[in-house]
């Protein structure tokens, strides 16, 4: 048997996490990593918050899963919590981010299907080097080929625009458009954040044709990017949207948010989930949202956010063979690079002890725990400026 037991869909490296401690991860051997890829924007409390930590010891105790047959005290808290911080009137709790996606392409299909208001308004307008997940529909919704090979036959009824072109979004809606699925900061495409033109007019295209707009804020929502959600840095709301990693802190946790229009055709029956809203996630998310959702903690990671981006711009400009230019929102940055970020991402990693995460379009995620503060930062500019000194993108390529 050559296969290795843990199925070998990841390249896993030779960094084996045994312990975390705040912003760092300690390896196996007892090496410690300055752990700025947080999970790829999971942990956004670091690896060791006491208040996280109680919350699921506490719930764990007490109660850690009970049927959705049943009334469930502490998804009707945590769903109250985020109907009050948000846009949505509705919240259904999934285990991950590709489950919320599913739960919001279904909404989104439902609305149109609801009491065959609609019945050909199925598919959904989707963008070019999207993320959205791993499951059918979600790889279905993205264009990137290397997710699809070997998959086929995709779900049908998705259409691939370029992202960030309101025109090409535009020029394909047709009456069988149900609405638009995107990212307003696309993550693993290269921390891309869309312009508030696009944004805008995607807004008003499904005011003008009834049509549902969908966001996916599993990577950039949850105070991420200074604000609880990034949809409201463009003062847009959605009709639908998918909210995950962060959410849970570190334990496994999403939800499709919806307001009460969206939700129509989500009744008895349309959904569900064996784990999901179970209590132990419950108190997660709730532990997570009671710490950030409020504006001293939000204003806080605005202002680390504005620090960090301004010393990597300084720090960029000593390196002008190597960087291009920094973006992204509050402390979810990239830094665009000029060949490809993925040796140099290996470089901090193994030779510096820097956890980045690697993106496409040439760019290096920058993803702190939101509770890093300048003696990390400190930290993280000690070993990014060793790792640039040191590196030599010919040897690497
Ligand atoms: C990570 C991610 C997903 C998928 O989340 P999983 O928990 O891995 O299923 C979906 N959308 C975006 C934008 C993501 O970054």
């Keep these: 048997m050559s296969i290795s037991p843990l199925m070998p869909v990841y390249p896993r490296c030779g960094v084996r996490p045994v312990e975390g401690d705040n912003c760092h991860l300690i390896d196996e051997d007892g090496t410690r990593y300055l752990d ?15 208040r996280l930590i109680d919350a699921i010891q506490e719930q764990a105790a007490k109660l850690m899963h009970v049927s959705n047959l049943y009334g469930s005290p502490q998804g009707e808290a945590l769903a109250q919590k985020l109907v009050d911080k948000t846009f949505a009137d509705t919240v259904f709790f999934t285990n991950s981010g590709a489950e919320a996606v599913e739960c919001a392409i279904k909404t989104a299909r439902a609305y149109h299907q609801h009491e065959a208001r609609n019945p050909e308004r199925t598919e959904l307008i989707t963008f070019t080097s999207a993320f959205h997940g791993r499951t059918m529909a979600t790889i279905s919704a993205s264009n990137q080929e290397k997710m699809h090979k070997g998959f086929l036959p995709l779900l049908g009824g998705f259409h691939y625009a370029e992202f960030d072109d309101l025109e090409a979004a535009k020029a394909l809606v047709t009456d069988k458009t149900a609405g638009f699925l995107v990212e307003p900061i696309q993550g693993e495409g290269g921390i891309r954040p869309a312009s508030q033109e696009f944004i805008s007019g995607l807004r008003a295209l499904c005011d003008e044709h009834d049509l549902m707009l969908v966001f996916d804020e599993v990577q950039c929502g949850v105070a991420r990017t200074g604000k609880l959600y990034a949809y409201e840095h463009y003062g847009v709301e959605p009709d639908i949207m998918a909210s995950a990693k962060g959410i849970g802190g570190g334990f496994p946790l999403g939800a499709c948010l919806a307001t009460e229009k969206a939700a129509r055709g989500m009744g008895f029956g349309a959904h ?33 956010g504005e620090r960090l981006r301004s010393r990597l711009e300084q720090f960029i400009g000593n390196y002008p063979d190597l960087f291009d230019f920094v973006r992204g929102k509050g402390l979810m940055l990239g830094i665009r690079m000029k060949g490809e970020s993925r040796p140099f991402f290996v470089h901090l990693r193994d030779n510096h002890q820097l956890l980045t995460v690697a993106a496409g379009d040439q760019t290096l995620r920058i993803l702190p725990p939101l509770v890093a503060d300048d003696a990390e930062f400190d930290e993280f500019f000690q070993k990014l400026s060793a790792g640039a000194e040191s590196y030599d993108p010919a040897m690497a390529a």
């Design 36 to 50: 700025f890829a947080s999970g790829i924007a999971v942990n956004l409390l670091g690896h060791s918050h006491p």
């Design 272 to 304: 569900g989930s064996t784990y999901g809203g179970n209590p132990l996630g419950m108190a997660a998310g709730m532990a997570v949202m009671e710490t950030v959702a409020n504006d001293a903690f939000l204003g806080d990671v605005t202002q680390k």
